[in-house]
């Protein structure tokens, strides 16, 4: 009983918030920083720490996008990230 448990527990912990980020990858993710600034870009990579690899990266300045390319986003200065649904 108490292998089973241990083997229930573990499926239950599968899907973490961190694991639905990385089934985002090659996907358009839109992250809000600590500052204030929304980037979005297509999710290339990321690690525990939520450091992030994004490509065809842009950031929403006023009414403005700014194209910024390949742009590596430091995990604590995350608010958010988030999937975009299309």
Same mark, same amino acid.
């Given at each position: 009983?108490?292998?089973?448990?241990?083997?229930?527990? !573990?499926?239950?912990?599968?899907?973490?918030?961190?694991?639905?980020? @990385? +089934?985002? #990858?090659?996907?358009?993710?839109?992250? +809000?920083? #600590?500052? =204030?600034?929304?980037i979005s =870009?297509?999710?290339?990579?990321? @690690? %525990?720490? %939520?450091?992030?690899?994004? @490509?065809?990266?842009?950031?929403? #300045?006023?009414?403005?996008?700014? +194209?910024? =390319?390949?742009?590596?986003?430091? =995990? @604590?200065?995350?608010?958010?990230? !988030?999937?975009?649904?299309?």
């Open positions: 009983m108490f292998k089973y448990s241990l083997i229930k527990r !573990s499926e239950e912990m599968a899907e973490r918030p961190i694991d639905a980020l @990385d +089934k985002a #990858k090659g996907k358009k993710v839109m992250v +809000k920083l #600590k500052n =204030g600034d929304e =870009g297509i999710l290339k990579a990321l @690690d %525990l720490h %939520l450091n992030l690899w994004l @490509d065809e990266a842009e950031i929403q #300045k006023n009414d403005t996008k700014i +194209k910024l =390319g390949t742009l590596l986003v430091r =995990g @604590d200065t995350i608010v958010y990230a !988030s999937p975009v649904s299309v």
